[in-house]
């Protein structure tokens, strides 16, 4: 009995657990609970009708909006949802539908309205972007290709009812024009090879717009820039093309294929051709001027015509780089001997811009014109005047026949609104036949040319010969002449030459003895002022002298007196301080000291024993006196000035 409720326990325990961990599926079994990731939708799949008659879904229909069995349009979004269970209803998560940058949505819809006859696309219903689906079938939504797309982002789309495909942004490229062709819309109008224009559709962005207004189908006259767009390829397809470009010293002859037909602008005067107004088809009356320009190639043509002066060569070895002139070549033309010869020719025309649509609406190019008008009007002239003429007169007037040539030829162009500037020709070769000959009669004249220069120059030469000897003779007879009038002009040159002499030796003299007068005149005069001045400065001196005399003497007497005053004023004081007698003995020793005076002598000599001993003795001591001092001073002492020296103390000795 105990083991019963234990076993219970264990059981409930279990139980909890189970439930625990497999919560989602006890709920989703009993309550029919569902959960929707927040990064996922639910997709629905309803089996079966419980109550209720079992309404089956309407014919062709695969998307159910009304509880009929099948897929639902309405799709679960991020939640918590109850009652659905899985034995009625099938639920598939499926991912949010994410459009990348640079990409857009392209919507194929599974289920709706059948499209009407002739359309291709499903116009446009309010739906929510696709994702409300079931207001995407209640308002008439399309099966099949839809019209609207999507741009990037992320969306609830349910892909039982649409299909998405990813496609890449539309991008024209710079210097490029996208050239576009719809494929659904109105039927083009008879005669036309473009739709009409639209206005309002943001660059085909908007092609329910485009279409609600009356847009055809086909080749469209607007054309799409560089620039990234959302454009729906199901509905346009674009072709880049390069923009057109009008060169500098062009116009561009707009030629127009679609457009109502306009009225002609030239009047009466020119009947080659219907130049209208721009827009309208046909050729326009204004022109491009040079730059680039978004044109639609296929509807409109733009004929390059160049304004400035052009240059057409008439020569095999010749061609300009515009190439008008690549099928020229030279003119062949005979003459009225029946010669052929061959001959260049350039021509320089210039088409105005107001006159360029003339020139194409008459020819269509510029080709066309010099194919058609140039090249004949030129040749045939050149051939029906070379008739005229035997080769060698054509040859000596050329310059007169290219003069006719360029005013025939401007008359003729006038006519058809070209400028012809000027014709040149260019090189002649006549037959080598023909050249031989004139060659040959050009070399003989020549030579008789030179004979006859020959024979002038033989006479002139014979008279040059007899006019240089009688040159000679006169030669010498000048010279004779010239000899007795050489030796004439010296006589006369010499006696003047000795007159000059001597009147120049008569006032050198005259000049001497003057110049000698006045140089001892002026040596007294010196002489005199020198003297003059020595003596003044003699006195002068002799002044400052006696004065610096005197002055010297002044001061020298004034010193001595200062000096004995001085002198005497010391000793008075000096007598005060030390006494009379005191005074004295200082006085003398000072003498003394000055002196230098011995008060006893080095050497006494007495006379004591006999008096030769004495006095030998007392040389003797001299002697030595005297070799001592000689090495102290260096000097010799005299015996005299000793002997001198000696007597003198003796003397004061005794005294």
């Given amino acids: 009995m105990e083991f019963l409720p234990l076993m219970s326990s264990w059981a409930w325990i279990i139980v909890l657990v189970v439930a625990v961990v497999l919560y989602k599926w006890v709920l989703r079994f009993l309550f029919g ?42 799709a679960l979004a991020p939640g918590l949802y109850w009652w659905m269970w899985p034995w009625q209803y099938g639920i598939t998560m499926q991912p949010f539908t994410v459009i990348p940058e640079g990409k857009i949505g392209l919507v194929l819809s599974n289920d709706g309205a059948e499209l009407p006859t002739g359309n291709i696309l499903a116009r446009r219903v309010d739906s929510d972007n696709f994702q409300d689906t079931e207001r995407f079938l209640s308002s008439g939504g399309q099966k099949g290709r839809q019209t609207s797309l999507l741009t990037p982002g992320t969306y609830r789309i349910n892909t039982f009812a649409f299909t998405i495909t990813i496609a890449d942004m539309t991008v024209i490229k710079e210097n490029m024009v996208g050239i576009i062709t719809t494929l659904d819309g109105a039927p083009l109008q008879p005669g036309q090879i473009a739709g009409r224009q639209v206005e309002g559709h943001n660059n085909f962005q908007n092609i329910d717009f485009f279409l609600q207004n009356g847009g055809n189908r086909g080749l469209q006259p607007q054309v799409v820039l560089a620039g990234s767009y959302y454009i729906n390829p ?32 030239t009047g009466e005067s020119f009947k080659h051709g219907n130049i209208v107004q721009r ?10 001027g040079p730059g680039k320009y978004p044109i639609n190639t296929y509807t409109m043509k733009v004929e390059g015509v160049p304004t400035t002066n052009l240059v057409l060569n008439w020569a095999n070895a010749r061609t300009e780089a515009h190439a008008l002139d690549r099928n020229l070549s030279t003119i062949t033309v005979r003459s009225k001997d029946g010669f052929p010869f061959n001959l260049d020719v350039a021509q320089i025309i210039h088409i105005p ?22 090249e004949p009007t030129i040749g045939n002239y ?4 070379a008739q005229d003429s035997d ?20 008359q003729v162009l006038e006519v058809y609104n070209v400028n012809a500037v000027d014709t040149l020709i260019g090189d002649i070769v006549p037959p080598d036949s023909l050249m031989k000959t004139l060659t040959d009669r050009k070399i003989a004249q020549e030579e008789e040319k030179t004979y006859e220069t020959q024979r002038m120059a033989q006479e002139k030469r014979q008279g040059m010969e007899r006019e240089t000897a009688l040159a000679d003779i006169q030669r010498e007879v000048v010279k004779a002449q010239q000899s007795v009038e050489i030796a004439q002009r010296t006589a006369d040159a010499a006696v003047k030459k000795s007159e000059g002499e001597a009147r120049s030796l008569k006032l050198q003299v005259g000049a001497e003895s003057e110049a000698t007068k006045i140089r001892a005149e002026a040596n007294a005069e010196a002489r005199r002022r020198q003297a003059a001045a020595d003596a003044e400065a003699t006195k002068l001196t002799a002044d400052a002298e006696a004065e610096r005399i005197a002055k010297t003497g002044a001061a020298e007497a004034e010193k001595i007196l200062a000096i004995g005053r001085s002198t005497a004023e ?25 002196g230098q005076i011995r008060v006893i002598p080095d050497i006494v000599i007495n006379g004591s024993g006999n008096g030769t001993d004495g006095s030998m003795n007392g040389l003797m001591g001299l002697k030595l006196l005297e070799q001592i001092e000689e090495r102290k001073t260096g000097k010799s002492i005299k015996i005299v000035d000793v002997a001198k020296s000696t007597d003198t103390v003796i003397a004061k000795e005794k005294e």
């Fill in 353 to 374: 811009a107001v006159e360029a649509p003339k020139v194409i609406a008459r020819f269509g190019s510029m080709t066309n014109l010099v194919s058609q008008v140039l």
């Fill in 33 to 74: 609970m569902v959960i929707v990731p927040e990064d996922r939708i639910g997709l629905v799949t309803k089996k079966y009708v419980l109550v209720g008659n079992d309404r089956g879904l309407p014919d062709g229909r695969i998307i159910a909006t009304k509880g009929e069995a099948g897929y639902q349009a309405q």
């Fill in 570 to 594: 010391a000793y008075e004081l000096q007598v005060k301080a030390m006494g009379e007698e005191n005074f004295t003995r200082f006085k003398i020793t000072e003498e003394i000291g000055k």
């Fill in 279 to 288: 827009g309208f088809r046909g050729v326009w009356m204004e022109p491009l």
């Fill in 234 to 265: 199901w509905a346009v397809q674009i072709e880049e093309i390069p923009m057109t470009e009008v060169p500098i010293g062009h116009v561009g002859v707009v030629i127009s294929y679609i457009g109502e037909d306009g009225v002609d602008v």
């Fill in 382 to 385: 050149f051939r029906n005047s």
């Fill in 391 to 410: 080769v060698i007169a054509f040859l000596s007037t050329r310059k007169e026949r290219q003069e006719a040539a360029r005013e025939h030829i401007r």
